[in-house]
């Protein structure tokens, strides 16, 4: 299906706990990520209906590298406490901070879990983003491989606060954590944070 360029995972640490947060355009790139970072697993929390779709060779993968379930508009409790063990394991989590596929590649806007989890767990944080995948349905249909890169950034860690995080908060570290992503992709994809160059890092919510 892909062609793909995974030569920056290598960059990825070989132990310890890490939140990978990276885009998300189609379902195929999360178990492609997948095995391209074997041998160490990693689980990521997925929409439920794809997880518990056995029937389909994506939800057989998602469950064969024990996928955390989370349903579509539903906080769960059960999935961050399934999470923050996981990271107290000293193993590493995906998550997608856009929340939902884009299908054009593009950035979305950054949703607040992930950073809810990192400010709980404590865990670094490490942008992991892809391209070229957004063709890849009407490639395969011409029976033609698709071109998909990954590149990685540095990981990095929010400053822990004792105080309650507002909603205001929530959403500037949120922006600042996707700008770290939008930093890695070329100008076309960073959608809305195509703003990139105007805009400073706020070093501020970072450690």
Request: net charge positive.
């Amino acid at each position: 299906m892909f062609r793909v360029d995974a030569r920056q995972l290598a960059k990825v640490p070989a132990q310890g706990p890490l939140i990978i947060i990276a885009n998300h355009v189609h379902i195929p790139e999360i178990p492609t990520l997948y095995t391209r970072l074997l041998p160490r697993r990693v689980r990521g929390m997925v929409m439920a209906e794809h997880v518990e779709n056995k029937q389909k060779l994506v939800g057989r993968i998602l469950n064969l590298f024990g996928s955390i379930p989370v349903q579509r508009g539903q906080p769960s409790l059960a999935a961050l406490r399934d999470g923050l063990q996981t990271l107290a394991d000293g193993n590493m989590l995906l998550l997608d901070p856009e929340g939902t596929r884009s299908h054009n590649g593009c950035l979305q806007k950054g949703q607040p879990g992930a950073i809810l989890m990192a400010l709980r767990s404590g865990a670094p944080l490490l942008p992991i983003v892809h391209y070229g995948s957004e063709n890849y349905l009407s490639n395969l249909r011409r029976l033609r491989r698709t071109d998909l890169t990954f590149v990685v950034g540095e990981p990095f860690r929010l400053k822990a606060t004792n105080q309650p995080v507002s909603g205001e908060l929530r959403r500037q570290i949120t922006d600042q954590v996707m700008y770290q992503m939008a930093r890695l992709l070329p100008p076309q994809y960073r959608g809305a944070y195509a703003d990139l160059d105007m805009t400073r890092q706020d070093h501020s919510i970072f450690e």
